[in-house]
């Protein structure tokens, strides 16, 4: 029963190491602070579809946050 306890462990192991940063609580606070600075930026919306790549990706985070 060990062995199968120890198998077990690794099998969820792997599988959380495979998440990458899902649960990366505090970078993903980092990125949300670093996104809403480069949102300030006079020259922001000059470039539209890079503006909305970096929108999408903010609430995305801030989504992930708060599940």
């Known amino acids: 029963q060990?062995?199968?306890i120890?198998?077990?462990i690794d099998k969820l192991e792997?599988?959380?190491?495979s998440m990458g940063g899902h649960f990366d609580l505090e970078g993903k606070t980092e990125k949300i602070a670093d996104l809403?600075?480069?949102i300030q930026a006079i020259d922001f919306w000059n470039d539209i579809i890079k503006a909305?790549?970096?929108?999408?990706?903010?609430?995305?985070?801030?989504k992930s946050i708060k599940e």
């Open 52 to 62: 909305n790549k970096i929108n999408q990706e903010l609430s995305f985070l801030k």
């Open 36 to 38: 809403e600075v480069q």
């Open 6 to 8: 120890l198998a077990l």
């Open 14 to 17: 792997e599988k959380l190491i």
């Open 2 to 4: 060990k062995k199968e």
